[in-house]
Nanobody, 122 residues
Framework: QVQLVESGGGLVQAGGGLRLSCAAS????????MGWFRQAPGKEREFVAA????????YYTSSVKGRFTISRDNAKNTVYLQMNNLKPEDTAVYYC???????????????WGQGTQVTVSS
């Protein structure tokens, strides 16, 4: 079992940045790949970024490449999402998730956090 708690969301102006954190409980954090997903009002949940167990490999959806960076600190049981140059279309609830591999499919993730709201004003 892994429990995930996101933090760091908030209201930011377009062009600004935020860093999301996701703290995991348990001793097996390093055995999971981690992903970030987001869901905007009226839309389906979508993949944002993923990172493998060691942190050596990352994946991004095309719309955030070059602006977002996913990283992890296995000693702190935490995964991060640094978001720069935010746009109004980035507004969503952001969720972190733990799974067996760094898939873009939400079905591959067994554990989910409760989400944190990110709102980008224009």
């Amino acid at each position: 079992q892994v429990q995930l708690v996101e933090s760091g969301g908030g209201l930011v102006q377009a062009g600004g940045g935020l860093r999301l954190s996701c703290a995991a409980s348990g001793r097996t954090f390093s055995s999971y790949a981690m992903g970030w997903f987001r869901q905007a009002p009226g839309k389906e949940r979508e993949f944002v970024a993923a990172i493998n167990r060691s942190g050596g490999t990352t994946y991004y959806t095309s719309s955030v490449k070059g602006r977002f960076t996913i990283s992890r600190d296995n000693a702190k049981n935490t995964v991060y999402l640094q978001m720069n140059n935010l746009k109004p279309e980035d507004t969503a609830v952001y969720y972190c998730a733990a799974g067996a591999d760094g898939s873009i499919s939400s079905d591959r993730y067994a554990y989910w956090g409760q989400g944190t709201q990110v709102t980008v004003s224009s």
